[in-house]
């Protein structure tokens, strides 16, 4: 099976040796997304914030996939501080409805960047 690798403008510019995101098949695989806008790439301020943005950055690349956030099957999501673990359901449910995605969410020590959040998705887009 040919992988297709998906890009947009939309969503930051990989800062590494990877992809926004990754086709085989029906399957599509968004690698993590942190608050960095992605006009200016420079990491937006407060956890709230960060939350929002990480969301819309996978938004935007579920779409340049051909997909969208309805399309998400596994989240992960990660956080340097797991007291912020109930502002993430609270914007998730902004975004995704129901079934929900399959979700972990770990603590994590750190995220580039100096970022308080990260998330990352696979997305089936078959029937």
């Known amino acids: 099976m040919a992988k297709t690798i998906i ?14 995101a990754v086709r085989v098949g029906d399957t599509v695989y968004l690698s993590g997304q942190i608050g960095l806008d992605p006009a200016s790439m420079q990491m937006v301020d407060g956890i709230d914030a960060q939350i929002v943005r990480v969301f819309e950055n996978l938004k935007a690349v579920a779409e340049a996939a051909g997909g969208s956030l309805a399309d998400v099957v596994k989240l992960n ?16 449910a902004k ?33």
């Not at 995605?101 to 997305?123: F, I, Q």
């Open 77 to 92: 999501v990660f956080l340097i501080d797991l007291a912020n673990f109930a502002k993430v359901n609270e914007t998730m």
């Open 7 to 20: 890009a947009t403008p939309n969503a930051p510019a990989a800062i590494g040796t990877y992809s926004q």
């Open 95 to 127: 975004y995704f409805g129901e079934p929900f995605p399959a979700r972990a969410a770990v603590g994590v020590k750190e995220l580039p960047r100096g970022a308080l959040v990260e998330a990352d998705a696979v997305m089936y887009l078959g029937q």
